[in-house]
Structure formats: C-alpha cells, structure tokens
C-alpha cells in the first residue's frame, strides 16, 4: 500500500509542474517577443537586438553549473521552481518600466535568470523522480508545456498589439506595457499552484540520494567510456568530468543549435515581419504556430521513441529545423505559406530538446544527473550569448533576416556532426 502510494507521488508532482511550466512560459513568450518591439520603440538597430537578446543570458551563463550542483544536493526542488516563477514575474515588471535600451537589457538578464532556475529545478525534478524508460516521457511533458507557452504567448502578444499604429505611437508603447504587466501576473500564477501541492504533500516529500542511494544508482547506471565509477566511490561531478563522457559535448552542441534557434525566431521573426509590413498579429500567429506544432511533437515523442532511435529523431529535428525554418523569412508575406513552413520546423525543433535532455541524463552516473543537466544548460547559454551577436553582425549587412538564416546553418553544421560521428 505504502509503495504505491510512493510511485504516484512522482507523477502527481509531474502534473503540477507541467502546468506551472506552461504559466510562466506563456509569460516567458508573451514578454519576449513584445520586447523587441519595445527595442524598435527606443529606435533599436538589428544588432541592438541581438546585444540585448544576449543579455537575456548572460548571468544564467555564470550560474548555472552552481545551481546545477545545488540541486543535487538540495532537498526540496519545489522551492527553486517557486524561485524561478518570481524571478520571471519581476522581470517583467523591470521591462515595463525600463525607460532605455541599457535597463531593457538589464530586465531582460532578469528575465534569462528566472528562466534558467525554472527549468534546472524542474529538469532535476524529472531527472530524480523518473525511471530510465520514463525519462522520455517525463521531459517530453515538461517540454510539451514550454511548447504550450510558446503557443499561447506570441499570440497574446499578437491580440495585445493588434495590427494598427506605428511602433512609437502612444497606443502601441500602452499596448506594450500591458503586455509586460499581463506576463508578470501570469508568472505569479504559477506560484499558488505549486504551494497547494506543496501543503498536500507536506508528510511525503521526496528524500533526497545519501551516498549509499548515489552508490546504488552508479552501480545501475555506469558511465561509460574512459570515466570509470566504482560504486560507492563516485568522484564528485565537475564540469570537465561530465564533458569527458563520451557523447555529452556533441549533445550539447545539438542542443545548444535547437535552443538558440527558439531565440533568434523569436526577437528576429518580429523584426522581419516589421520591415516586411507584416503586423505583430500575423507575427504572433506565426510564432504560435511554431510552438504549436513543437506541442504536437513533444506529445508524440514516446510514441516515436518506441519506433525510432534517439539518434534518428535526432537528426530528423536538426536537419528538418535547419532547411525548413530557414525560407519562412524570404516567404514572410505570403502567411499561409510562412506558417506551413513554421509547423514543419517547429515539429522538428519540438524533438530535440527533451530527447538531449534524456541523452545527457542517462551519458552520465544517476548521481550527477542534476550537474549534467546543468552542463547542458551552461552550453545552451553559451549558445544564447554567442548566437544572437553572431545574428545580430550577419543580419546589419543581410537584414533580420540574415539572423535566421545563421542559426539554420548551425542546426546543419550540429547534424551533420552527428552524422559522421558514431
């Protein structure tokens, strides 16, 4: 009786994450994009864009492997995804009141670091709760829920700025502000849901690993290649360590490839749409549709799983992302066209998220899971550092345009990596 009152529990804690995941990151996708808006309203330049589309990763570059490392130790992960959903809340607010493309930048650094300790929290959630042939669907949930923000966010946005007025017109600075206030709320939103699980569960909080649970799962699960763990004596994980293990560096890559790709669509797709006179409705919808089809993927992911390998699809989400999602800029104008094209890459780029996730998780010892993933958050914010000055330099001679089609070509250059590497 008791034991399966213990199996439920990690499912029940699923449940309350996922939507809470897709709270804040309606809010997450809501702000962002609005706020490349708010950059064209302050007479922002396309690599004024991508300096602040940086930001947005910046401090989450320098933490996250200590908060990696924090949620291998700490007790109670439902604290830090609380955390995460306040951090969002207030930096929305900062967005909205920031009168200048320096404090823009700033909230948006707020907004990253909110952002990260959201989803490491509930990545190692997942990571300590599922079983190995769970996993998949366990991060395939938690994703699908990013996906439902990605949806619901952009057209939120969209509604809110309509298809009228200039972009430095006193109706559409309004309209921005409400948006960023709307994001706020809707992150704090998240906050009562996780605290009612909290109180219902208070007698049956998870017990976090001692050594002899760290032993056991290092005894299930072996690294593999030249890192040996002997169990009841694995070393400590460490950044170097868990990018010796065989495999890691190039799923990060793909990751890291599949993340900044969400980014650069998402502050460079309003851009091209604005040059092109395309108004933030249709630029919303577009979006939408993007994460509407990654929703779709993400659900069918453990169906795919059980009839392809993780490699297969893998490259199926880099290579599919890479040539489709780089005409939709060219195509911008013709909607229905621009759409289709975004449903097929955004099918794609649903795929790899959680599937590097899971890879990630099961390179490594049971007991480093939560480093590992932040490992891969670390490359992830490298990506979204580097990714969106590299656009924002190619799309000042090409046009916004030019920032997308970059970031297609590291999609390629990460899949066909994967091809030549066995």
Not at 273 to 286: I, K, N, T
């Amino acid at each position: 009786m008791a034991r399966g009152v213990r199996a439920a529990r990690p499912g029940a804690w699923l449940w309350f994450l996922v939507v809470s995941a897709a709270l804040t990151q309606t809010a997450l996708n809501l702000v962002r994009p609005v706020t490349t808006y708010k950059l064209l309203s302050l007479d922002a330049d396309s690599v004024t864009v991508g300096l602040v589309t940086a930001a947005y990763a910046v401090i989450p570059l320098v933490t996250a492997m200590w908060l990696g490392r924090m949620t291998d130790r700490v007790r109670e992960l439902r604290t830090m995804v609380l955390l995460g959903a306040l951090v969002l809340a207030l930096g929305s607010v900062a967005l909205s009141v920031a009168p200048n493309v320096a404090l823009v930048a700033v909230a948006s650094a707020l907004l990253g670091m909110g952002h990260l300790v959201f989803t490491i929290a509930g990545q190692a959630a997942i990571a300590r709760h599922a079983p190995d042939d769970q996993l998949d669907q366990g991060f395939g949930w938690f994703t699908a829920a990013f996906s439902v923000g990605q949806l619901a966010g952009p057209l939120l946005a969209g509604a809110l700025l309509g298809s009228g007025s200039t972009v430095d017109s006193p109706e559409r600075l309004a309209d921005i502000d409400l948006a960023f206030w709307i994001g706020a709320v809707l992150s704090f939103l998240a906050v009562p849901v996780l605290l009612v699980r909290a109180r219902s569960a208070r007698s049956g909080r998870a017990r976090p690993r001692n050594d002899d649970d760290a032993a056991a799962a290092d005894q299930a699960v072996p690294a593999t290649g030249e890192l040996e763990v002997v169990p009841g004596t694995s070393p400590q994980a460490s950044m170097l360590r868990i990018l010796r293990v065989p495999g890691v560096p190039s799923h990060m890559l793909a990751s890291l490839a599949l993340l900044a790709m969400l980014d650069i669509l998402t502050a460079f797709l309003p851009l091209v749409g604005e040059r092109a006179g395309v108004s933030p409705a249709w630029v919303g919808v577009l979006l939408a549709v993007r994460g509407g089809a990654s929703i779709v993927s993400r659900v069918l992911l453990p169906w795919l799983a059980h009839r392809m390998s993780r490699r297969t699809l893998l490259l199926i989400s880099l290579y599919g992302a890479g040539f489709t999602l780089a005409v939709p800029p060219a195509v911008i104008t013709v909607p229905w066209l621009a759409a289709v094209l975004l449903f097929v890459g955004g099918f794609c780029l649903g795929l790899g998220q959680p599937l590097t996730m899971t890879l990630v998780s099961t390179s490594v010892p049971s007991s480093w899971r939560g480093s590992a993933l932040a490992v891969r958050l670390v490359g992830n914010r490298v990506g979204q550092v580097a990714m969106p000055l590299l656009a924002g330099l190619v799309a000042a001679p090409l046009g916004p345009a030019g920032a997308i089609w970059s970031t297609c070509a590291v999609l390629l250059v990460s899949g066909l990596e994967k091809t030549l590497r066995r």
